[in-house]
């Protein structure tokens, strides 16, 4: 059975950081583009990140660029996303999304919609 789990989630101050890790299990991630993705209360779940299934595409929604870094290691079938400079802003449950990549896929373009797996999320909060 496919999940994904995500991890590293807290209370932190504004300025702060907190790195989140999302661990494939029942499947291999070599092969996925994984993107992540928040919610906060009230509000849709909107794009975070995305990263294409070797690494060499990354991409970010504005508010977070150059805040924010998404890696993945497919050894160890773990994405990470890192995150620095933390905003109120950024509280939000985090979700882990994973879709196969084909050779048709463009990363660029995917959302929401384009991911089949989900994890059940980490809370982070900003606050002082």
């Known amino acids: 059975q496919a999940q994904l789990v995500e991890s590293g989630g807290g209370l932190v101050p504004p300025g702060g950081s907190l790195t989140l890790s999302c661990v494939a299990s029942?499947?291999?991630?070599?092969?996925?583009?994984i993107g992540w993705f928040r919610q906060a209360p009230g509000k849709e779940r909107q794009g975070v990140s995305l990263?294409?299934?070797?690494?060499?595409?990354?991409y970010y929604r504005p508010d977070v660029e150059g805040r924010f870094t998404i890696s993945r290691d497919n050894a160890k079938n773990t994405v990470y996303l890192q995150m620095h400079s933390l905003k109120p802003e950024d509280t939000a449950i985090y979700y882990c999304?994973?879709?196969?990549?084909?050779?048709?896929?463009?990363?660029?373009?995917?959302?929401?919609?384009?991911?089949?797996?989900w994890g059940q999320g980490t809370q982070v909060t900003v606050s002082s």
């Open positions: 029942g499947f291999s991630l070599d092969h996925y583009v």
């Open positions: 990263i294409s299934s070797s690494g060499s595409e990354t």
């Open positions: 999304a994973a879709e196969f990549e084909s050779e048709h896929t463009i990363v660029a373009e995917m959302s929401r919609s384009d991911f089949g797996s």
